[in-house]
């Protein structure tokens, strides 16, 4: 389960048997950027790759890689998941730099807040930037994990003694 947060960072609750929830938000936030990019660019011409994709890209296309996602203990079983992203579009256009500068505008829009699971999640530390011909744009999604712990033996009967 998600929840909005007054913060912008998400809060999201399993148990430690729930491994689908926990490693599967990195997938559905994939998916949520992914849904964002198609509002404005259609399928028909501009792919997507989700994995690392060493050669062989066809343009125009963009990348999303999360590359150094981490892990911060709060306190108790409270966690918090940052996951920074890298978008990367290369463009087929004659005027590329023109091309790179209008999509990093329509990124910075899209991903300000996308949604999973039906909550919106803010973007943060978003920075676009052209490094050797390619856009490399930059946003961060956070969320707290709470987890859960597994259902400890439940005593059935119990003799309290009150005479000391």
Same mark, same amino acid.
């Given at each position: 389960?998600? #929840?909005?947060?007054?913060? #912008? /960072? %998400?809060?999201?609750?399993? #148990?430690?048997?729930?491994?689908?929830?926990?490693?599967?938000?990195?997938?559905?936030?994939?998916?949520?950027? /992914?849904?964002?990019?198609?509002?404005?660019?259609?399928?028909?011409?501009?792919?997507?790759?989700?994995?690392? /994709?060493?050669?062989?890209?066809?343009?125009?296309?963009?990348?999303?890689?999360?590359?150094?996602?981490?892990?911060?203990?709060?306190?108790?079983?409270?966690?918090?998941?940052?996951?920074?992203? %890298?978008?990367?579009?290369?463009?087929? #256009?004659?005027?590329?730099?023109?091309?790179?500068?209008?999509?990093?505008?329509?990124?910075?829009?899209?991903?300000?807040?996308? %949604?999973?699971?039906?909550?919106?999640?803010?973007?943060?530390?978003?920075?676009?930037?052209?490094?050797?011909?390619?856009?490399?744009?930059?946003?961060?999604?956070?969320?707290?994990? /709470?987890?859960?712990?597994?259902?400890?033996?439940?005593?059935?009967?119990?003799?309290?003694?009150?005479?000391?």
């Amino acid at each position: 389960m998600i #929840s909005s947060s007054m913060d #912008s /960072v %998400t809060d999201v609750y399993c #148990s430690r048997d729930e491994n689908t929830i926990r490693n599967g938000m990195m997938d559905k936030i994939i998916n949520g950027i /992914v849904n964002q990019i198609r509002q404005i660019y259609d399928e028909s011409k501009y792919e997507i790759y989700t994995e690392s /994709v060493e050669q062989g890209l066809k343009e125009p296309c963009f990348s999303i890689l999360c590359l150094s996602p981490h892990i911060e203990h709060i306190v108790g079983t409270r966690y918090k998941r940052t996951l920074p992203f %890298t978008i990367r579009y290369w463009s087929d #256009s004659e005027e590329t730099y023109a091309d790179e500068l209008n999509v990093s505008e329509n990124l910075e829009y899209l991903l300000k807040g996308i %949604t999973v699971d039906g909550f919106v999640m803010h973007g943060k530390n978003i920075l676009g930037q052209i490094v050797d011909g390619v856009l490399q744009f930059q946003v961060t999604y956070e969320f707290f994990v /709470v987890d859960k712990p597994d259902d400890e033996e439940k005593i059935e009967n119990c003799d309290i003694n009150t005479n000391a």
